[in-house]
């Protein structure tokens, strides 16, 4: 069945520093989403993408979408305590997302 | 513009209980889908309903099903409750079952015991 991983599955960086997260699928994807989850919260989308080699930015985030679309990435420039959170992805195929298993994004000031 | 309302926000249950969890969309949405979010996992899809039936069903028993009124509300029924089914209990909705991006409500907290 459908499978989507991310890696790592937890992060720990000082603010500041750089954070990139992963996900791949075992299947080609038609398109992909992300969440980001602050603890004790529910997930909150931040994006999607459809195209092969998309890339789009949202201020200190980039994504990207894989020329196979099968994975993609979530990174995160100069990262801030309120980044902190866990980042899922979620591919899609047809109309059902199957969410990856997350990164956990500690930041230490 | 109201989000997704979700109720009872905790629940408290004993194996072989029944419980409905329920679900208002985001106003303009006409798509729910249903996720069990065990802790410290990602969001499981268990199913989606869109104009009153079940589209689409991911790998959950029987034993949980659902319901979709006119009004675009959701049920989501589980049977013969196990000590397993305690997680949280999400709802998203979306406009079209291939919408762009879903809005989760808060979630149920269900506890199994």
């Known amino acids: 069945g459908q499978q989507v991983m991310q890696i790592p599955q937890y992060q720990h960086v000082q603010e500041g520093e750089d954070f990139t997260t992963y996900c791949n699928s075992s299947t080609t994807l038609s398109n992909i989403q992300w969440y980001k989850q602050r603890p004790g919260g529910h997930p909150v989308f931040l994006i999607q993408?459809?195209?092969?080699?998309e890339v789009k930015k949202q201020k200190r985030l980039t994504f990207q979408f894989g020329e196979a679309k099968k994975n993609s990435s979530l990174h995160i420039t100069a990262t801030q305590t309120t980044d902190v959170g866990t980042y899922f992805c979620?591919?899609?195929?047809?109309?059902?997302?199957?969410f990856g298993t997350g990164t956990s994004l500690t930041v230490i000031p | 513009d109201a989000g997704v309302t979700q109720s009872p926000t905790h629940l408290i249950k004993t194996r072989g209980q029944q419980v409905t969890l329920r679900c208002s969309p985001k106003s303009g949405h006409d798509t729910v889908s249903w996720y069990q979010q065990a802790l410290g996992q990602g969001p499981q899809f268990i199913f989606q309903y869109y104009e009153e039936e079940e589209r689409q069903r991911g790998n959950f028993p029987d034993r949980f099903s659902g319901h979709q009124f006119p009004n675009y509300s959701s049920e989501l029924n589980v049977n013969a409750l196990l000590l397993g089914d305690s997680a949280l209990y999400l709802c998203?909705?979306?406009?079209?079952?291939?919408?762009?991006?879903?809005?989760f409500g808060s979630g149920t907290r269900l506890t199994v015991v």
């Open positions: 998203a909705s979306s406009l079209g079952y291939r919408g762009y991006g879903y809005t």
């Open positions: 979620a591919g899609g195929t047809g109309n059902q997302f199957y």
């Open positions: 993408l459809v195209k092969s080699g």
